[in-house]
């Protein structure tokens, strides 16, 4: 009788102290959240914890689109253990469980009768190319569109969870950028341009159309970043990136838009529109040293950031064929570049894995190779981890 009186004590015991345990983390969680604003862009909710870091997912982005048996439903990156914000993404819309929406594990199921925006299977795969399609992997078509209007159609959800991530991590590659590292550390001035196609333009965050919660563009958040990790206000930020742009033609108006912006920190964005257009990773590789060159003959201490792209969407097809079929393989043709002065951001990497946990539609502003706000987030914190090593 009394061993199981002392079973049963200390059963008691374990009990409460777990308790109080979880207590202790719902109350440093609700804390943290009350300091964030979740209603508006702000860098405390877009950067101050990057992606692969902690247990908070802040505006994770997801489309619903009608499937062939006329449900919506879309996935999270994780299962949920408490939604803190659940809203248009926009920010100016709130939606409840049980009347817009339910969840099951990391499927979050769209109620028909609720507010949430949705595409029709119809608006999604039209049946005609009106302007606003493009063709599709095995015939028909998918729906293309610029601006905000994806982003219009999209929520974003903020949710604590308990699951680890098994991604890649950004490699810190200051080591190859001494130059570069030594001036923001010692708060000097430093030029930082930003050089590439449409991506780095801005398409499609919120902020490059003036549309809630105007997100800055992935540069911007770059610039941002590296300000607060170092303290560091003399950073003086450049953009030349033209949509549309291949690296060919990064090549043709190098002396414009970079060599004679004479930068100490040069990112070079190329490949996207390169792929698409079947330019083999070489050849790219080979137009990137060529600006380099350039920008280096103006100013021998720039040091460089060469960006390896995000992957486009696989649905999307061009001469009858994936547009994926180079785009993965420029990565291996940027890494033979790197050295003193030379360092590679693999985006393309981490866009891979971000893929095998949502679609791509859930994070794209044109449906075909443009980040929305939730991914271009993510580009920014590589970007950052690129340079900030305890980031």
């Known amino acids: 009788m009394k061993r199981v009186f002392h079973y049963f004590?200390?059963?008691?015991?374990?009990?409460?102290?777990?308790?109080?345990?979880?207590?202790?983390?719902?109350?440093?969680?609700?804390?943290?959240?009350?300091?964030?604003?979740f209603d508006k862009y702000n860098y405390d909710v877009y950067l101050k914890t990057p992606v692969w870091k902690g247990d908070l997912i802040t505006h994770e982005t997801l489309l619903f689109v009608e499937d062939e048996n006329g449900n919506y439903t879309a996935e999270l990156m994780y299962e949920p253990t408490r939604i803190v914000s659940f809203k248009s993404a926009t920010?100016?819309?709130?939606?409840?469980?049980?009347?817009?929406?339910?969840?099951?594990?990391?499927?979050?199921?769209l109620i028909k009768s609720g507010a949430m925006p949705r595409l029709s299977y119809k608006e999604y795969y039209p049946d005609v190319n009106n302007g606003?399609?493009?063709?599709?992997?095995?015939?028909?078509?998918?729906?293309?569109?610029?601006?905000?209007?994806?982003?219009?159609?999209?929520?974003?959800?903020?949710?604590?969870?308990?699951?680890?991530?098994?991604?890649?991590?950004?490699?810190?590659?200051?080591?190859?950028?001494?130059?570069?590292?030594?001036?923001?550390?010692?708060?000097?001035p430093i030029k930082i341009l930003f050089y590439g196609d449409s991506i780095t333009w801005g398409g499609d965050s919120s902020g490059l159309y003036g549309v809630s919660p105007k997100a800055p563009i992935w540069p911007l958040m770059t610039v941002s970043g590296l300000q607060k990790y170092y303290g560091n206000a003399k950073i003086d930020y450049v953009n030349t990136a033209v949509g549309g742009f291949n690296s060919t033609e990064g090549v043709q108006n190098m002396k414009e838009k970079a060599a004679d912006i004479a930068p100490d920190l040069c990112f070079l964005a190329f490949g996207m529109n390169d792929a698409t257009q079947g330019t083999m990773?070489?050849?790219?590789?080979e137009n990137v040293v060529k600006i380099m060159n350039a920008v280096l003959a103006v100013n021998p201490n720039c040091e460089f950031v060469i960006v390896a792209t995000m992957l486009p969407n696989a649905e999307v097809a061009f001469g009858g064929g994936s547009m994926l079929k180079t785009h993965g393989k420029q990565i291996d043709a940027f890494l033979t570049l790197e050295k003193e002065g030379v360092a590679v951001m693999n985006?393309?990497?981490?866009?891979?894995?971000?893929?095998?946990?949502?679609?791509?539609?859930?994070?794209?502003?044109?449906?075909?190779?443009?980040?929305?706000?939730?991914?271009?987030?993510?580009?920014?914190e590589t970007a950052i981890k690129t340079l900030c090593e305890n980031y």
């Not at 920010?91 to 199921?109: F, Q, R």
């Not at 015939?139 to 994806?150: Q, W």
């Not at 991590?169 to 001494?178: H, I, S, T, W």
């Not at 891979?352 to 946990?357: Q, T, V």
């Open 281 to 285: 990773p070489d050849k790219v590789k």
């Open 9 to 37: 004590t200390v059963f008691l015991l374990v009990f409460t102290l777990l308790l109080s345990g979880c207590g202790n983390t719902l109350k440093k969680q609700l804390e943290e959240e009350s300091k964030m604003n």
């Open 132 to 188: 606003d399609a493009i063709d599709r992997v095995g015939g028909g078509y998918l729906k293309l569109v610029g601006g905000s209007y994806f982003h219009e159609h999209q929520v974003a959800v903020s949710y604590r969870h308990k699951e680890k991530w098994n991604g890649p991590v950004p490699k810190y590659k200051g080591e190859l950028l001494p130059r570069s590292v030594s001036k923001l550390k010692n708060n000097e």
């Open 347 to 380: 985006f393309t990497e981490m866009s891979s894995y971000m893929l095998s946990l949502k679609k791509f539609r859930d994070m794209t502003g044109n449906n075909v190779n443009h980040p929305n706000d939730f991914l271009a987030r993510i580009y920014g």
């Open 91 to 109: 920010l100016a819309e709130d939606y409840t469980k049980g009347v817009d929406y339910e969840i099951s594990g990391k499927t979050v199921t």
